[in-house]
């Protein structure tokens, strides 16, 4: 679900601000735009980790929208939600499989909403081993990259 846009091979970038980039696919010959954006800072004492990022994905011919998800870079543990903070707004992402944690469908338009109006998010992740991670991520440039995928 969320970790396809990480995966997906054949993106093509279709718009970069700030520190978000826009992104668009096909699977199973349906248009997929996506928005992803790395942590500018990451604290934790974890060992090794892989590639961590946020992301905002559309997928309009399964009518979905707006969908958060973040990669943690390690497997999540089962059972320990991910929390965020955006601006003073918090948020748990109670949905995760492996690598990716996901916020409950009526969470992802609260979500997107906060975003668009601060300036910094900061996500507190527990790994499988029980390392926890804080990762933060620059908002500047989201609005219009959100609007890139909008318009994609």
Same mark, same amino acid.
């Given at each position: ?45 974890? *060992? ?8 905002? @994905?559309?997928?309009? #011919? ?5 969908? /958060? =998800? ?45 975003? *668009? ?8 992740? @527990?790994?499988?081993? #029980? ?5 933060? /991520? =620059? ?14």
């Amino acid at each position: 679900m969320g970790a396809a846009p990480v995966m997906a091979q054949d993106a093509k970038t279709i718009a970069t601000h700030g520190d978000w980039t826009a992104y668009v696919f096909k699977e199973n010959k349906k248009q997929v735009c996506f928005m992803a954006s790395r942590p500018t800072k990451s604290e934790g004492t974890y *060992k090794q980790r892989g590639d961590v990022l946020a992301s905002i @994905t559309h997928r309009p #011919g399964e009518g979905a929208f707006g969908v /958060f =998800s973040f990669v943690a870079g390690y497997p999540l543990k089962e059972g320990r939600p991910v929390k965020i903070d955006i601006g003073t707004r918090p948020f748990t992402l109670g949905v995760s499989h492996g690598e990716t944690a996901w916020a409950s469908s009526d969470d992802d338009k609260n979500l997107v909403h906060a975003m *668009k109006g601060a300036k910094t998010m900061t996500v507190l992740a @527990t790994s499988a081993k #029980g390392t926890e991670s804080k990762d933060y /991520f =620059s908002l500047n440039g989201f609005d219009v990259i959100y609007e890139a995928i909008n318009k994609a």
